[in-house]
């Protein structure tokens, strides 16, 4: 038989080689991302900022590159300024040290290997087992004391399996968001159509009303023209016979007169 015992046990062994091997690739990126720009790969100086996935850059190359629209495809997580945070780290004073930064409490060094947090609301930057040295069991921050919610929160200088992890998460947040501004906009279409139907009802409304209005003025108008008409004649009837009572006074005068009856 081909498949016998010796050759699962080689399989095996060559398992088990194969993960430390990882192990030691996966420190030496994250190592690496502790040094250098995750953007220019050059040496890591204030002022620096995080992405939610944990990669470092030295803040004004991100300025540069998205004022000249250079931010390269592997990065396209990076879709503006605010998907970025300035941080509030402390320099590496140590001059035999390879690593740039440390913990501001722990002096510990931001080497890619211990676990370091940024929190995004913040800025601050720690060792991760200070919350456990601190026995810390608030969600406050241990340099500056604000409180963060686990959203806040950014593990630095992930290993490339992370790093994949967390872009797919991001990327994933970004879609939603972007749906759900499509959503907010088409929302607002309706609203908009809603509201002009009404207007243009309200419209109609308003000019059936003036039409009416103005009928109801013109007929107003009509109703004293004839009214006015009506007082004319009257007049004129009034004044006709108050002249023929005139003319009838001036006949009988008359005649009285031709017959000497005065
Ligand atoms: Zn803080």
Redesign the pocket.
């Known amino acids: 038989m081909g498949n016998d015992g010796g050759s699962i046990a080689e399989r095996a062994e060559l398992v088990k080689l194969k993960k430390p091997e990882k192990r030691v690739e996966s420190y030496l990126v994250a190592k690496l991302r502790a040094q250098f720009c995750s953007l220019t790969k050059e040496r890591l100086r204030k002022p620096i900022a995080c992405c939610r996935v944990g990669y470092l850059y030295n803040y004004d190359s991100l300025l540069k590159a998205f004022m000249d629209k250079k931010i390269p495809q592997e990065l396209k997580h990076l879709q503006n300024m605010k998907k970025v945070k300035k941080l509030?780290i402390t320099e590496n004073t140590d001059q035999n040290n390879e690593f740039p930064f440390i913990c501001s409490i722990s002096q510990k060094a931001l080497n890619g290997k211990d676990k370091f947090l940024a929190?995004w609301?913040?800025?601050?930057v720690f060792n991760k087992k200070l919350i456990k040295d601190l026995k810390i069991k608030e969600l406050k921050?241990?340099?500056?004391?604000?409180q963060?919610t686990d959203k806040d929160i950014v593990q630095l200088c992930p290993t490339n399996e992370d790093a994949e992890i967390k872009k797919a998460q991001v990327q994933k947040e970004i879609q939603l968001k972007d749906k759900q501004k499509e959503d907010q906009k088409q929302q607002f279409k309706v609203f908009d159509a809603v509201e002009n139907l009404e207007q243009q009802q309200k419209k109609k409304i308003c000019t059936e009303e003036c039409k009416m209005m103005r009928k109801a003025m013109d007929n107003n108008k009509l109703q004293n023209l004839q009214n006015q008409s009506q007082d004319v004649k009257k007049n004129e009837i009034y004044q006709s016979l108050f002249h023929q009572q005139h003319k009838l006074e001036d006949n009988l005068f008359t005649r009285n007169v031709r017959f000497g009856n005065r």
Request: charged share 10%; hydrophobic share 15%; with cysteine.
């Open positions: 509030n929190l609301n913040c800025g601050c921050c241990p340099i500056c004391n604000k963060y």
